[in-house]
């Protein structure tokens, strides 16, 4: 199962998960994020990733996919909260060499120059 949620701020959108990103839920977590996005007009993207606990190559490619989708507007990517495990997997497939890593989601908006989230 996975919880989604968003805020924004600016510029800024901020997507919470939780629970388990696999390929049974990854397409959910695109059309949501996509739809966030299109309809805040937003042009960077922070994933926080505190409450997942789980991550397959699925959900590494709905961040990927997401990555090309702010880069191609000029904005930035920022994930927060990575668990020991979806660190790992992240730096395995070398999404640490495009993708901003902060520890706090107030650390990832700081970077971006931005104030904390308001929720939508």
């Given at each position: 199962m996975i919880t989604m949620t968003a805020e924004v701020t600016g510029k800024v959108l901020c997507v919470r998960?939780?629970?388990?990103?696999?390929?049974?839920?990854?397409?959910q977590v695109k059309e949501f994020v996509v739809s966030e996005m299109e309809k805040h007009q937003t042009q960077h993207l922070i994933w926080n990733l505190a409450g997942l606990h789980f991550m397959d190559s699925s959900g590494l490619g709905v961040i990927l996919g997401r990555y090309r989708q702010v880069n191609e507007m000029g904005g930035n990517v920022t994930v927060c909260g990575l668990s020991t495990q979806v660190k790992r997997l992240f730096q395995l497939s070398g999404l640490f060499k495009i993708m901003y890593v902060e520890p706090t989601e107030q650390d990832a908006l700081r970077r971006l120059g931005e104030e904390p989230c308001k929720t939508l």
């Open positions: 998960l939780g629970g388990e990103l696999d390929h049974y839920y990854a397409e």
